[in-house]
Nanobody
C-alpha cells in the first residue's frame, strides 16, 4: 500500500560524497528519517526532517550530512559529505505517522524502505 524507495547508494572513497534519495508515497506532512545498519550492529538514527523543514542529526552526521525534502515531489534526500569508512552500512528511508516532532528511535517510525548499500573505502 505504502512504498518508500531509496536510491543513490554505492561505493565512495574516504572524504568523498554521496547523495541518497527517497521517493515516498506517504503523506508529506509526516516526519521523515534516515537510519543505517551495519553488520552486527543495531539500526541507528542518522537524520530526520519535519514537514516544515526542521532538521535533526545524529552526532556522527552533524556537520557532514544534510537532509532535505521536497513536499511537492514526496522526496527526501540525504547529502553525505566527508564520508568515512565507518559510514559503511545499509541506509534506510523511513517515515513516522505524525508530523511536527522528531524521534531518534527506529521503533517510532512506521514505514520503511528496503535500504540502499553505502560502502566507503579507506
Amino acid at each position: 500500500q505504502v512504498r518508500l524507495v531509496e536510491s543513490g547508494g554505492g561505493l565512495a572513497q574516504a572524504g568523498g560524497s554521496l547523495r541518497l534519495s527517497c521517493a515516498a508515497s506517504v503523506r508529506t506532512m509526516y516526519t521523515m528519517g534516515w537510519f543505517r545498519q551495519a553488520p552486527g550492529k543495531e539500526r541507528e538514527f542518522v537524520a530526520a526532517i519535519t514537514w516544515t523543514g526542521r532538521n535533526t542529526y545524529s552526532d556522527s552526521a552533524e556537520g557532514r550530512f544534510t537532509i532535505s525534502r521536497d513536499n511537492a515531489k514526496n522526496t527526501v534526500d540525504l547529502q553525505m559529505n566527508g564520508l568515512k569508512p565507518e559510514d559503511t552500512a545499509v541506509y534506510y528511508c523511513s517515515s513516522m505517522i505524525r508530523s511536527g516532532s522528531v524521534s531518534l528511535t527506529a521503533s517510532d517510525y512506521y514505514y520503511w524502505g528496503q535500504g540502499t548499500q553505502v560502502t566507503v573505502s579507506s
